[in-house]
């Protein structure tokens, strides 16, 4: 290692060579206390040159405190390895004349008084002097002061001084590791109902069934006027059969399961009456504008009755939501 030297008066020192051993770096100070004003650092490792040793805020147990033979400053003995030790910093040129006395300072503020002592007790009664029978006397002049009063208690701790600077901050530590996985969190509410799809169109004629002889059944709820269909050759004229009993009543609209259909595919869903008792009379149900309605039809799904529909998405890019709906009377 290169050395350096320092000259004070006429005294020669050599430097002595050291390297730094703090891992997260050596901050150089301007006196040796870690509360003096920093003036940089050296890196872990790093090769220094120092003049002469000292006393000053201990670091890590240390007060050893090193002088840079090369620049201004100090670093804390604690984290160099040294070739050899310097010499103390009091060993450099003769001491130099005692300056004049400065001027005395101001006086102080006076202290809080301190509280009171306890009262000491009182003295016993001296005897009861003879009844006099002349004329009242003057009065006596003011007797001795007694003695002091003992010293009172201590009085309270002061005020805690103020907090010194805050040191340097430590290295960073290692990341912890990742928490576990918290709960899934609840599932969110259903979302609004699609609007209606558009009608899907009228199905062809069927042939005309042959004329029923079984006794008239109940009237079926009204259903939704259909277009007129071509006129059938007028049946021969029945008997008539007994008064059947009145029409059904308490027709319920029941929504089946929602269904998305992506582009190009298609499904049958199936809306269900809610009670067996329930006669499925006629179905429906909502699509979007590019999806297709095929058959739909009464159906029965044991023990209630049920209504089937088709659907088919004629769209290349578009997913729909399709849902069948049935009628139920009591």
């Given amino acids: 290692m290169a050395s350096a030297a320092n000259t004070r008066g006429n005294t020669f020192r050599a430097a002595v060579g050291g390297i730094v051993t703090a891992g997260t770096g050596l901050t150089i100070r301007a006196l040796p206390t870690?509360?003096?004003?920093?003036?940089?650092?050296?890196?872990?490792?790093?090769?220094?040159?120092?003049?002469?040793?000292?006393?000053?805020?201990?670091?890590?147990?240390?007060?050893?405190?090193?002088?840079?033979?090369d620049r201004s400053g100090w670093v804390a003995?604690?984290?160099?390895?040294?070739?050899?030790?310097?010499?103390?910093?009091?060993?450099?040129?003769?001491?130099?004349?005692?300056?004049?006395?400065?001027?005395?300072?101001?006086?102080?503020?006076?202290?809080a008084q301190g509280q009171s002592g306890p009262t000491g007790p009182q003295g016993g009664t001296?005897?009861?002097?003879?009844?006099?029978?002349?004329?009242?006397?003057?009065?006596?002049?003011?007797?001795?002061?007694?003695?002091?009063?003992?010293?009172?208690?201590?009085?309270?701790?002061?005020?805690?001084?103020?907090?010194?600077?805050?040191?340097?901050?430590?290295?960073?530590?290692?990341?912890?590791?990742?928490?576990?996985?918290?709960p899934q969190g609840g599932t969110g509410p259903?979302?609004?109902?699609?609007?209606?799809?558009?009608?899907?169109?009228?199905?062809?004629?069927?042939?005309?069934?042959?004329q029923g002889t079984g006794a008239t059944g109940p009237q079926g709820g009204?259903?939704?006027t259909?277009?007129?269909?071509l006129s059938g050759a007028t049946g021969p004229q029945g008997d008539t059969g007994p008064t059947g009993p009145s029409g059904t009543q308490n027709i319920a609209q029941v929504v089946g399961p929602t269904q998305t259909l992506l582009p190009g595919t298609g499904t049958t869903l199936v809306a269900l009456c809610e009670n067996a008792d329930q006669k499925a009379i006629?179905?429906?149900?909502?699509?979007?504008s590019e999806v297709t309605v095929g058959n739909n039809f009464h159906s029965m799904s044991p023990p209630v009755e049920s209504w089937s529909v088709e659907f088919f998405n004629t769209s290349t890019t578009q997913s729909y939501n399709v849902t069948p709906i049935v009628?139920?009377?009591?």
């Fill in 222 to 224: 009204t259903g939704a």
């Fill in 126 to 182: 001296g005897p009861a002097g003879p009844q006099g029978t002349g004329a009242t006397g003057p009065q006596g002049g003011t007797g001795p002061t007694g003695p002091q009063g003992l010293s009172g208690a201590t009085g309270p701790q002061g005020n805690t001084g103020a907090t010194g600077s805050q040191g340097l901050s430590g290295a960073t530590g290692p990341q912890g590791d990742i928490g576990v996985t918290g």
């Fill in 77 to 111: 003995a604690r984290y160099v390895r040294v070739s050899s030790l310097p010499p103390s910093c009091g060993e450099s040129g003769p001491t130099g004349p005692t300056g004049p006395t400065g001027s005395t300072g101001g006086t102080g503020p006076a202290g």
């Fill in 226 to 229: 259909g277009p007129q269909g």
């Fill in 327 to 330: 009628y139920c009377a009591s």
């Fill in 282 to 288: 006629t179905g429906g149900w909502f699509a979007g």
């Fill in 34 to 69: 870690t509360d003096s004003a920093s003036l940089g650092s050296y890196a872990d490792g790093a090769r220094i040159s120092l003049s002469c040793r000292t006393f000053g805020q201990s670091v890590d147990g240390n007060p050893t405190w090193y002088k840079l033979a």
């Fill in 190 to 210: 259903t979302g609004p109902q699609g609007l209606s799809g558009a009608t899907g169109p009228q199905g062809d004629i069927g042939p005309t069934g042959p």
